[in-house]
């Protein structure tokens, strides 16, 4: 393995090369959690917000960097989920289980991502993320997701794939809870 070459440093991420490969990576390195928070009542708690980079509103899974600020430093993935989970959603958990660690991007970047279950949920207040977020908090019941997504897509929004892998592990606990009850 060859080093890491630094091509350029910003505030929050470089570009690096490594094996003749240029690929993004970020300064904080403790990668993202992302949570997949879905309530008693079978609805799936899905966040919208404006990105930059794509000049566009996206509908996505609520997630955040671990360890994103001096006060966070040294916190889990589980601790951040927890904390993102409140910040953007306004719900609690009482309940959160790992469901899975991969790459977010690994033809463009090192992030990794750690995907959680969220239950028991109790709304605190409202969400909405921290004063640098101007996010959106939608409560989606599951048996009507499909239609609600494809009227998200339809009126210009994108929808962040991550979604669609939230939705195959909650069919998979599903099957799982009923090969249980047989």
């Known amino acids: 393995m060859h080093d890491i070459q630094v091509r350029y440093s910003g505030r929050f991420i470089d570009l690096v090369e490594r094996d003749n490969w240029e690929y993004a990576s970020r300064v904080h390195r403790s990668g993202v959690a992302v949570i997949?928070?879905?309530?008693?009542?079978?609805?799936?708690?899905?966040?919208?917000?404006?990105?930059?980079?794509?000049?566009?509103?996206?509908?996505?899974?609520?997630?955040g960097l671990i360890g994103?600020?001096?006060?966070?430093?040294?916190?889990?993935?589980?601790?951040?989920?927890v904390r993102e989970l409140e910040e953007e959603t306004g719900f609690r958990a009482a309940d959160?289980?790992?469901?899975?660690?991969?790459?977010?991007?690994?033809?463009?970047?090192?992030?990794?991502?750690?995907?959680?279950?969220?239950?028991?949920?109790?709304?605190?207040?409202?969400?909405?993320?921290d004063s640098s977020e101007q996010i959106l908090v939608h409560v989606i019941p599951l048996s009507g997701i499909d239609g609600w997504l494809d009227d998200q897509a339809c009126a210009g929004k994108l929808l962040d794939p991550k979604i669609y892998s939230a939705l195959y592990w909650l069919h998979r606990r599903d099957i799982d809870v009923h090969r249980k009850q047989l």
Request: a negative charge; one cysteine or more; proline letters at 5%.
């Open 36 to 63: 997949v928070a879905v309530t008693d009542a079978r609805e799936l708690i899905l966040v919208e917000q404006y990105r930059i980079p794509v000049q566009a509103s996206v509908i996505e899974l609520p997630a």
């Open 68 to 81: 994103d600020s001096p006060e966070h430093a040294n916190e889990s993935g589980l601790d951040a989920a």
């Open 96 to 129: 959160m289980d790992m469901l899975i660690h991969c790459p977010t991007t690994a033809g463009l970047a090192d992030e990794m991502a750690t995907f959680y279950l969220a239950g028991s949920l109790q709304r605190i207040h409202a969400g909405g993320g």
